[in-house]
């Protein structure tokens, strides 16, 4: 006699449902075109005007046809995954990749109209005009003061001992840190603080009066009260140079700039205002970017 239950016969005999896997558009099934960025990559009165830039390593292409303008006074940041291309392509801007013998850049690379890659460009004037702020502080082995010196030595913008105390004093106050080392500018810089010693590379950077300064997370190594220190400085610095700096950290791009730049696998996928980018992007990559769920 057959004593199981109508309600467990039918429990075993239901079939089983069928569970579909959810599948979710993956950021590298999102096909690219070359060229083509969202939202506004030019600007009215641009300080680098930058057209169908490529960067190659060997035959490796890093950056696809990236144009894009940074306008005079604006800090705008380069944000993306790592291996995006963010800090080639800012490398680019003051030749930098020079150094690299398989590095080959292509396009249209232009500061107030002219080509920064001509042959004949002088690299060293072009450095002194776009200056460069490292991921690690890299203070010369050498004083406070002559680290803020060395460059107006090398270029003659003093002529006196007492021109270069006012531009070395000058710098250090842009760099905020004149009252913290005035008693003691002859102490070497390599004995100070993570976040004094990057502030001393802003200082020794912006004492040869660039037009731009360059920053390639310039924080990442800098604790939280440091970092603090250094994007007040950014803001301030806004008003006398073009910055442009690449970041790691949303919240800084957030913090600090006007506009924003998402770069993804060498292409430029998106520039905006900074609010927008991280309220209302214009690309599905941009906002799974922003929103975690990749990167």
Request: contains cysteine; negative net charge; glycine residues 6%.
């Amino acid at each position: 006699m057959n004593t199981m239950s109508s309600t467990t016969i039918n429990q075993v005999q239901a079939p089983e449902e069928k569970v579909m896997p959810v599948t979710e558009k993956k950021p590298e099934d999102t096909v690219l075109e070359e060229g083509v960025t969202v939202g506004t990559p030019f600007a009215d009165d641009p300080k680098f005007k930058l057209r169908d830039v490529e960067v190659f390593y060997g035959e490796s292409r890093a950056i696809k046809k990236i144009s894009l303008d940074i306008a005079r006074n604006e800090v705008i940041a380069f944000i993306g995954p790592s291996g995006c291309g963010k800090s080639t392509f800012l490398r680019c801007l003051n030749r930098m990749n020079d150094s690299i013998d398989i590095c080959r850049v292509k396009g249209g690379l232009l500061l107030d109209g002219q080509d920064i890659y001509d042959p004949k460009r002088d690299v060293v004037e072009l450095r002194a005009r776009v200056g460069m702020v490292f991921q690690k502080p890299n203070p010369f082995p050498k004083s406070i003061y002559d680290n803020v010196a060395y460059g107006p030595r090398i270029h003659g913008l003093a002529n006196r001992k007492s021109e270069l105390d006012d531009i070395v004093e000058s710098s250090l106050r842009k760099a905020g840190l004149w009252n913290e080392v005035k008693d003691r500018l002859d102490a070497m810089a390599t004995g100070m603080s993570g976040g004094q010693q990057q502030r001393l590379c802003i200082a020794r950077t912006i004492a040869v009066s660039p037009e731009v300064v360059l920053m390639d997370e310039p924080c990442s190594a800098l604790d939280p009260i440091a970092t603090a220190k250094v994007e007040e400085l950014i803001a301030e610095l806004s008003e006398s140079f073009t910055i442009v700096i690449v970041t790691h950290s949303m919240q800084q791009a957030a913090r600090v700039s006007n506009r924003t730049a998402y770069f993804h696998l060498g292409h430029l996928v998106e520039v905006n205002e900074t609010s927008k980018v991280f309220t209302t992007p214009e690309h599905e990559l941009t906002e799974s970017y922003i929103s975690g769920r990749f990167g």
